[in-house]
């Protein structure tokens, strides 16, 4: 999806440079004329690099206490070495297995069920002709992605609250009485989901439909030719077309399928639905701040970031291999 | 209704002969098809928008109407009520203007840092771009976690003071990205070379060729950020104890998720207190919500440019 585009340079100073042992010392000329050259551009990257390097890498340096115990006393790298025993903690700790299952369970449910919408959003914006019309759908559902999660959760919780939301009234009128969507544990994951699609499902169809306005159109002539209708037309040219847009969506999905936001879950969190609101990210921000165990969320948090980035290196080669389609 | 309205006008404006030919055209599996297409969108569009007018009728409404259940889409027994308490909230007043704050600041120190950091990664010959840009990357795919990045705001001395809600997040490797491939795609090398000629410095090139060809891809990202620091509470919940420095999000999660009382409400009654605190959540939602929704028009074209910009090929 990203691409930082090494080649052209490097190949065009490969074609002049002539291989050979004096390879080195060009390629330490060529380091000096740069800083001669751009000494003004390397002073303004300090900053941000910097920016980089204390924000970023040193949090990755102090992960280190995940393999000690850490005490404010004697600081991230002076306190004692405890080898993995604050992930044994973890894994023995009878929370493990409900933690992964709920962080699993609710990942994967995002992102199959929301992955398709857009694309129908999109795919079926396309087909219309009025203008405003398409404008219209385009603006709305477009919207909520900019309204806070705050907000969107508290919407929800209106919504949905037995005693004045606008649910209550509904199920009632329906003669199912009241039911606590909120209280209720096994709404949860639903709650979180259509929330999900609700605020996103505009945003991410913006996507498919620059890949949908970049098809040849050469392609809809032959489909009219052979007497495609318009819905044969969707399924022969438009679907193949974003299909590489939509395999890399699906796996940046995948591959951040436990790095799910703490955000939205921590907010829709109450005492009521823990059993399964509660997953990784929302237990680490509670170990680690509320109880103070810093080593302890760090380690957890190393486990969770460290599946992520198996989860993503597998699903992208998978994808490469298969469909030829990956991330780089 | 009013689509309606608007789909009649708009066949109108059409010239009459390309309409009639295109309609003969058209089989009957498709006219059919057609109107499947918009009975959908027309319902994706309700679904949207109805919650929110809902939320913006009930603001408007009389406590009793809105905990009654009376209000649907339209204000039943309008009153300003849950404005007046919404806004006359210090708590609320003073989220507020931090918000403000820690938009226009975060926004203008992470624009410099981003346009600081790419458009020297974007310059083909520079020396070492290549690793500097996977290292950037990289923390795209790995961080260190919540807790090592929380004890780096602690050893820096931030904690609790407006920076934490500046610095941690102030770059954003995707910003950095699309502004790369931006100054890669449309700054032509010719006008470096020009201005090499007439012997600029990197600096000035920057400064006074680059940047005013850049305004599209600055407002973009400038946007971009404004709206994140707009939205943000999850900074704040960690880093921030004292209450003066709480940014709108986390005074609202307080108030409309955690039900927090605020304060002068003590002289009404029980009952009434209640659900006047009901009406000012959707009189809250409201007010947060409209500066956002106000510059979201102009947001979203640019948005779109930033997303495209952002994806190159995929």
Not at chain 2, 158 to 178: E, F, H, N, S, Y
Request: no cysteine; net charge positive; proline share 5%.
């Amino acid at each position: 999806m990203v691409i930082i585009d090494d080649a052209p340079a490097d190949q065009s100073t490969r074609a002049i440079v002539a291989p050979g042992p004096r390879r080195s010392s060009r390629g330490v000329r060529a380091m000096s004329r740069s800083f001669r050259r751009h000494w003004q551009l390397y002073l303004l990257m300090i900053v941000p690099l910097a920016y980089f390097a204390i924000f970023k890498y040193v949090p990755m340096a102090n992960a280190i206490i995940a393999f000690k115990d850490y005490n404010v006393v004697d600081g991230v790298w002076g306190s004692p070495w405890v080898g993995f025993e604050q992930f044994e903690r973890f894994f023995t700790n009878p929370v493990f297995w409900t933690l992964l299952k709920n962080t699993f369970l609710l990942s994967a449910y995002v992102v199959l069920v929301s992955f398709p919408f857009p694309i129908i959003l999109a795919l079926a914006l396309n087909e219309v002709r009025l203008r405003f019309f398409q404008r219209t759908v385009q603006m709305v559902t477009y919207a909520p992605y900019f309204i806070s999660t705050v907000v969107v959760i508290s919407m929800t919780i209106l919504f949905l609250s037995p005693k004045l939301g606008l649910m209550g009234h509904v199920t009632s009128f329906f003669g199912l009485g009241s039911i606590d969507f909120l209280g209720d544990p096994d709404y949860f994951r639903h709650i979180y989901v259509i929330s999900d699609i609700w605020q996103t499902m505009g945003y991410s169809a913006v996507i498919y439909m620059a890949a949908l306005s970049s098809i040849d159109p050469s392609l809809y002539e032959a489909a009219k030719v052979d007497g495609a209708n318009r819905f044969q037309k969707i399924l022969a040219v438009d679907l193949p077309g974003i299909m590489p847009t939509a395999m890399t969506v699906l796996i940046l999905a995948v591959g951040n399928v436990m790095a799910i936001g703490f955000e939205k879950a921590f907010l829709l969190q109450n005492s009521l639905n823990l059993s399964q609101s509660e997953i990784i990210p929302t237990y680490v921000y509670k170990v680690g701040l509320l109880n103070a165990d810093f080593s302890q969320a760090a380690a957890i948090g190393l486990f969770n970031g460290g599946i992520n980035l198996v989860l993503l290196l597998v699903v992208h080669y998978t994808s490469k291999r298969l469909t030829g389609t990956g991330l780089w | 209704m009013n689509d309606k309205a608007e789909r009649v006008r708009n066949t109108k404006r059409r010239p009459r002969g390309v309409r009639r030919a295109t309609q003969i055209k058209d089989p009957m599996v498709d006219r059919v098809f057609m109107v499947g297409v918009y009975v959908l969108l027309s319902t994706f569009l309700l679904i949207v928008l109805l919650p929110l007018v809902y939320i913006v009728a009930s603001s408007f409404s009389s406590p009793l109407a809105v905990s009654s259940g009376r209000v649907t889409f339209w204000p039943v027994d309008f009153t300003l009520e849950g404005y007046q308490r919404a806004l006359g909230d210090s708590q609320i007043l003073s989220g507020f203007v931090n918000s403000l704050i820690y938009t226009t600041a975060g926004t203008t120190i992470s624009l410099a840092l981003t346009v600081a950091v790419a458009y020297p990664l974007s310059r083909r010959d520079l020396w070492g771009r290549g690793p500097v840009s996977l290292a950037i990357i990289f923390t795209m795919l790995f961080a260190g976690g919540i807790i090592p990045t929380y004890l780096v705001v602690q050893q820096l001395g931030i904690l609790d003071t407006r920076w934490a809600m500046l610095l941690p997040q102030a770059v954003g490797v995707w910003q950095v990205i699309i502004a790369i491939v931006f100054f890669r795609s449309s700054i032509p090398e010719e006008l470096y070379e020009a201005a090499q000629l007439d012997g600029a410095s990197d600096l000035r090139f920057l400064w006074s060729t680059v940047l005013p060809l850049s305004k599209p891809l600055l407002a973009v990202i400038a946007l971009m950020y404004a709206i994140f620091q707009w939205n943000s509470y999850f900074d704040a919940l960690l880093y921030l104890r004292d209450p003066d420095l709480y940014p709108l999000q986390l005074v609202l999660r307080n108030v409309l998720i955690l039900n927090q009382a605020t304060p002068g409400m003590d002289a009404t009654a029980q009952i009434e207190r209640q659900q006047l605190a009901d009406l000012m959540k959707y009189s809250l939602i409201v007010v947060s919500t409209v500066p956002i929704m106000i510059v979201y028009p102009f947001v979203a074209r640019y948005f779109n440019k930033g997303i495209m910009l952002g994806a190159v090929k995929g």
